[in-house]
């Protein structure tokens, strides 16, 4: 049997927002980390939280994995440009760069506080603006490398989010714009957006668990799969977005999504999905 080489081997990554919102569900910067390493990727495991990125850390190092933490807010140019330090010195270079870090709070353009508004684009936007400003040079160097950036599919469906909407529309236009301004630089740069996945996030910002019935009003609710997406979901996209076998792909937003932009969101609702008529 051939044995297939890792997706992303030998390459160094960095993942910005890699430990988790604590409580139940695998979330999506853990498992960037976790499913790069898996593919071969020494990571640099980014938070401002040393504690949750030690926990990603263990869970990589126990798989034989290789990873290293870095503590630092990446809405700080100064705690950006040593992020890309850190994985220059602990792994040699940087390949690859998944700028993961996001937050949402609920609310339209009148009930959304401004100090709310800046927090949400500060770190769903901003992070990604500094943390490409500190790596692109080191790509660009050496003539390659490969941003993911997480966006959401809020960036082109409402729901009364009006920063969340506002910052990952943002991301989407980031990714294409550096994608024209570092694509001759041998720099792909990508964005991923997710559906509603089943996070700790998630479940923190609705307040219910996984055992209540939400879990399975979600997965009928989402599209035309009728299940439920995850972490994974997004870490896997990440993998193959980062690695070399996406070498010809750039400037795109790759729904993940469970097919939930491909659809007519009447047809979700109960009772009203369009049948045939009767023979
Ligand atoms: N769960 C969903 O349904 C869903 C849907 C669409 C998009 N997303 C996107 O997924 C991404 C987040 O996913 P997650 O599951 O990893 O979230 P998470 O909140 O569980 O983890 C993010 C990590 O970022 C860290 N962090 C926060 N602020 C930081 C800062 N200033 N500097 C450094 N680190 C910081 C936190 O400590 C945390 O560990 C976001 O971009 C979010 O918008 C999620």
């Known amino acids: 049997m051939i044995e297939r080489r890792g997706r992303v081997e030998g390459k160094v990554a960095i993942v910005t927002g890699a430990g988790s919102t604590p409580g139940p569900g695998m979330a999506t910067g853990r498992a960037c980390a976790i499913v790069l390493a898996r593919e071969g990727a020494r990571v640099l495991l980014a938070d401002i939280d040393r504690e949750r990125a030690e926990s990603t850390r263990e869970i990589i190092e126990k798989e034989g994995g290789t990873a290293a933490v870095f503590a630092g807010d990446m809405t700080e140019a100064a705690d950006c440009d040593a992020m890309v330090r850190a994985a220059v010195e602990a792994f040699g270079t940087v390949?690859?760069?998944?700028?993961?870090?996001?937050?949402?709070?609920?609310g339209n353009v009148v009930d959304t506080s401004e100090a709310d508004w800046d927090r949400v684009l500060d770190l769903?936007?901003?992070?990604?603006?500094?943390?490409?400003?500190?790596a692109v040079p080191v790509m660009a160097a050496k003539g390659s490398g490969a941003i993911v950036n997480i966006g959401s599919i809020s960036a082109s469906r409402g729901g009364n989010y009006v920063g969340y909407a506002a910052a990952k529309g943002g991301v989407n236009a980031l990714t294409v714009d550096m994608?024209?301004?570092?694509?001759?630089?041998?720099?792909?740069?990508?964005a991923i957006a997710p559906g509603h996945i089943t996070t700790p996030l998630l479940y923190s910002v609705t307040g219910v668990t996984p055992e209540t019935e939400y879990r399975q009003r979600l997965a009928a609710a989402s599209g035309p799969l009728g299940t439920n997406g995850d972490g994974w979901d997004v870490g896997w996209a990440a993998a193959f977005l980062a690695s070399d076998e996406a070498r010809w792909i750039t400037g795109v937003v790759l729904p993940v999504d469970g097919g939930a932009m491909s659809v007519t969101p009447l047809m979700m609702a109960p009772g009203l999905r369009a049948e045939p008529p009767p023979a």
Not at 95 to 105: F, H, Q, S, T, Y
Not at 179 to 190: D, T
Request: charged share 15%; glycine share 12%; no cysteine.
């Open 95 to 106: 390949d690859v760069l998944v700028n993961n870090i996001g937050v949402a709070v609920a």
């Open 124 to 134: 769903s936007l901003r992070t990604m603006f500094l943390a490409g400003k500190s």
């Open 179 to 190: 994608a024209y301004s570092h694509g001759r630089q041998g720099i792909r740069v990508n």
